[in-house]
């Protein structure tokens, strides 16, 4: 083989493991993206529930009586 076949082959094995390896990174960064959505989904969630538990917790500022300087 010549010296520019020998190179063409050494390019297009070099392009086979990058193309192995973009396509391993793009299924990574899929599969990072889905638990993202997750955590964040799971994060509202429990923001709303403890924003119920704070409200069930509280005293209601309405049945207080008002401050003595009124």
């Known amino acids: ?3 520019l076949e ?3 082959t050494e390019l297009e094995i070099r392009l086979s493991f990058l193309d192995e ?3 391993g990174l793009l ?3 899929a599969e990072r993206a889905l638990r993202l959505d997750r955590l ?4 509202t ?3 709303l529930e403890l924003a119920g538990v704070r409200t069930a917790l509280a005293p209601d500022v309405r049945s207080e009586p ?3 300087h009124y």
């Open 40 to 43: 964040e989904r799971i994060v």
């Open 1 to 3: 083989m010549s010296t």
């Open 6 to 8: 020998n190179r063409l």
């Open 27 to 29: 299924a990574t960064d």
């Open 66 to 68: 008002p401050p003595p």
């Open 45 to 47: 969630e429990l923001r």
């Open 21 to 23: 390896a973009l396509h």
